[in-house]
């Protein structure tokens, strides 16, 4: 698990409210059933509670009631360890708890994949 204090900034006027957001997953690896070395490709299915806690906005010093909130996703995901240096991930977010202050755009679902790259500045 992590968590993360996010503070955004202001721009003409506009104060974005700070935002906390938090995460904790469990993981199960199917391939392979058993690990024997980091050269093993591995694929990780993961169980995912993801959320963000949201200050509301301010405008010219001004509140704005319609801004901030709680949300809090459920994401399966799934990682594949190509080789110890390469991994392609992506879950689904998506929303089991909306409690938005004011009138607001509710999520529908957060899809994410991306890739990562290990490399070493320092070799040996």
């Given at each position: 698990?992590?968590?993360?204090w ?39 299915a ?17 509140e ?51 890739t ?9």
């Amino acid at each position: 698990g992590n968590a993360a204090w996010r503070f955004n900034g202001r721009d003409g006027g506009f104060d974005a409210g700070d935002t906390l957001l938090y995460a904790l997953a469990a993981g199960f690896r199917f391939v392979p059933w058993v690990y024997e070395s980091m050269r093993d490709r591995t694929l990780v299915a993961y169980l995912e509670v993801n959320g963000e806690v949201a200050r509301r906005d301010r405008i010219d010093g001004r509140e704005n009631p319609d801004s901030g909130g709680h949300v809090l996703f459920l994401a399966p995901a799934l990682q594949w360890v190509v080789t110890p240096w390469l991994i392609l991930e992506g879950s689904v977010q998506l929303p089991v708890v909306q409690d938005l202050n004011g009138t607001q755009l509710e999520h529908d679902f957060r899809l994410q994949i991306g890739t990562r790259y290990r490399f070493s500045v320092f070799r040996r």
